[in-house]
């Protein structure tokens, strides 16, 4: 059971919406991933064409949460705005703060994340930021009081995997609130990775929605994240220089 | 009247009296839309009594895909 402030899930992966094919390919996409939660974005309206089909439409919002992003913003008072337009809506209470301080990585900018995230937390919101895999970042995010800590594996839609696993094991190690691993992943094995690192969860659209065939990618990684999970609930040997027989030694007729 | 709707100028008939009027002009009343009026964030319960005066500034925005 996956945690974040007063809500549960049983899903340990955060499913974007962005960037498919079509809204028929998304839909299987999304019933295939088990997902709970569903991040979405918040952009201006064409009002002269209100039959414009719209994703939100065809879901069942009974059974999703719905986990706004800010991006776009580039301070944290855009971010602030955002999430105010996202929660008047009545849909949702959680956020994932997103601000972009370069367009070039997409990296986030860690002092306008800090302020948004301090400020939205005032403001009552369950506030998940994505930041940097800094690990004192990540420790002040979360003594600030987010709900969530959700590090980047690499640059957004990248798919470069995890690059410094290093890091990200410190700050799954020193965090008291969920951990969920967001941006970078390209494979279902980066997932499960991130899994058996002891993260709580993976957020990610592009591996997905990009993907030859997005639906059979939403199940990998629906198989990936429940596997990596296990594996790290087992607890994995360690790793040995030299070889350990798997078949005993003793008994043996000629020798 | 004129409002400023989403950055553009636009021409709306003067009965309309209320952010939920605009929105049943432009046939938005039955989409998740959240509304944005002279900088102030506008709750959904509160879109049928807000006021709309010739020359408001409005944002209409709504969720889209995103990660």
Not at chain 1, 231 to 242: D, H, N, Q, S, V
């Amino acid at each position: 059971m996956l945690k974040i402030g007063n809500f549960e899930f049983t899903s340990r992966l955060l499913l974007g919406t962005g960037k498919y094919p079509d809204f028929d390919t998304q839909k299987k996409a999304v019933e295939v991933s088990e997902t709970d939660i569903l991040t979405f974005t918040v952009r201006r309206m064409n009002i002269f064409e209100p039959s414009q089909p719209n994703f939100l439409e065809k879901l069942d919002l009974e059974k999703y949460t719905l986990l706004p992003n800010t991006a776009g913003a580039k301070t944290a008072e855009e971010a602030v705005r955002f999430a105010k337009l996202a929660k008047a809506s009545g849909l949702c209470d959680m956020v994932k703060v997103e601000v972009i301080g370069c367009q070039k990585t997409l990296l986030p900018d860690p002092v306008e994340t800090l302020k948004a995230t301090e400020e939205l937390l005032k403001e009552g919101f369950t506030v998940l930021p994505y930041t940097s895999d800094d690990v004192l970042l990540a420790r002040r995010l979360e003594e600030l009081g987010a709900h969530a800590i959700m590090p980047g594996a690499s640059p957004i839609g990248s798919g470069q995997g995890i690059i410094n696993p290093l890091n990200l094991s410190f700050i799954i190690e020193q965090s008291n609130v969920p951990v969920i691993v967001d941006a970078g992943i390209g494979s279902p094995a980066d997932a499960a990775i991130a899994m058996e690192l002891g993260a709580d969860g993976v957020l990610l659209n592009t591996a997905v929605s990009a993907a030859k065939d997005p639906v059979k990618m939403a199940e990998a990684m629906k198989l990936a994240i429940e596997a990596g999970r296990l594996g790290f609930e087992a607890g994995r040997i360690p790793k040995k220089r030299y070889a350990t027989a798997s078949s005993p030694v003793e008994g043996l007729s000629i020798g | 009247m004129k409002l400023h709707i989403n950055g553009d100028m636009v021409e709306v008939p003067d009965t309309i009296t209320t952010v939920s009027g605009l929105l049943e002009h432009f046939e938005l009343n039955n989409k998740v839309v959240m509304v944005e009026r002279n900088e102030d964030i506008l709750d959904k319960e509160t879109l049928s009594e807000t006021k709309v005066e010739d020359g408001d500034k409005l944002e209409i925005v709504q969720f889209v895909g995103g990660g």
